[in-house]
């Protein structure tokens, strides 16, 4: 019972902070801890494409248990000016049996995971060695949207409906400023900074595709997911 009330305060003070403090994505210069005890993991990796997020998201170490998607403990990762990243997370609560390198939002709820780590066993303190990770954005879409819920039919196989490719290296030249040949209107599937001007918006959002031959609004159910994506547009619509 402490011990929930303690995480919904930390919750309070962690976003009272952040809305007035923060714009750059980088929200955690110390790790957020709920309690003191617990073991450290040591982080090596090879990181790109963490420093173009939209504000609000942070590209942490963080510890997790698995009836959350709420981080228990976090930690903001920094890299070198070649990408290099060796970080140490301390203090990991005794709940926490996973370790990931992912994406969180301001109240720290995982929205996309790129490394994952299995903690059951919590010795003292354990060595990660990562590898190299593009925690890009665009890469997070591509992989937990397109790859997921799009290549099926636009370019995995033979063929693309539409003629669209989402396909991992092809899915962002077919999207940016290109017009969609389903759009009356002549839209781009993807405007820059422009979310509800583009196509891909609508697609996924709206009822436009009703009357398709397929229906597309229950594609992507996740609001976490919808919201990226509109983030990422409204971001710049980077590739890296
Ligand atoms: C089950 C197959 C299928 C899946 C899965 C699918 N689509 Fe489609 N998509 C189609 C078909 C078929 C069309 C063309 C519909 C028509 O012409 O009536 C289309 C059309 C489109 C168009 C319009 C293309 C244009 O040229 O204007 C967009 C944008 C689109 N899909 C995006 C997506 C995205 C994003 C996803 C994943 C979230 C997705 N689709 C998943 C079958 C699919």
């Not at 996309?112 to 190299?132: H, K, L, M, P, W």
């Not at 040949?181 to 959002?205: A, I, R, W």
Request: with cysteine; aromatic share 8%.
């Amino acid at each position: 019972m402490g011990k929930h009330i303690n995480t919904y305060l930390y919750g309070f003070l962690l976003a009272a902070l952040i809305s007035s403090s923060c714009d750059d994505g980088r929200i955690y210069d110390e790790p957020i801890q709920v309690e003191r005890e617990g073991g450290s993991v040591r982080l090596t990796a090879q990181l790109s494409g963490q420093d173009h997020w939209a504000s609000g998201y942070s590209i942490v170490l963080a510890g997790f248990s698995d009836d959350s998607e709420y981080a228990k403990t976090a930690k903001g990762i920094t890299s070198g000016h070649d990408g290099t990243v060796d970080i140490t997370l301390t203090g990991i609560p005794n709940e926490v049996n996973q370790i990931e390198i992912c994406a969180i939002n301001r109240l720290r709820k995982r929205i996309v995971s790129f490394y994952t780590y299995d903690y059951t066993e919590q010795e003292d303190t354990i060595r990660i060695n990562a590898g190299a990770i593009n925690a890009s954005m665009y890469n997070s879409i591509q992989t937990n949207v397109f790859d997921r819920s799009c290549t099926s039919c636009h370019g995995g196989s033979t063929s693309a409906a539409a003629g669209l490719y989402l396909t991992s290296g092809r899915s962002y030249d077919a999207l940016i400023n290109v017009i969609a040949d389903k759009s009356d209107s002549g839209m781009y599937f993807v405007t820059p900074c422009q979310s509800e001007e583009s196509f891909l918006h609508l697609v996924l959002n709206t009822d436009i595709t009703a009357n398709w031959s397929m229906d597309h609004i229950d594609m992507v159910t996740s609001h976490d997911l919808l919201q990226l994506i509109d983030d990422w547009i409204d971001n710049g619509a980077n590739e890296n």
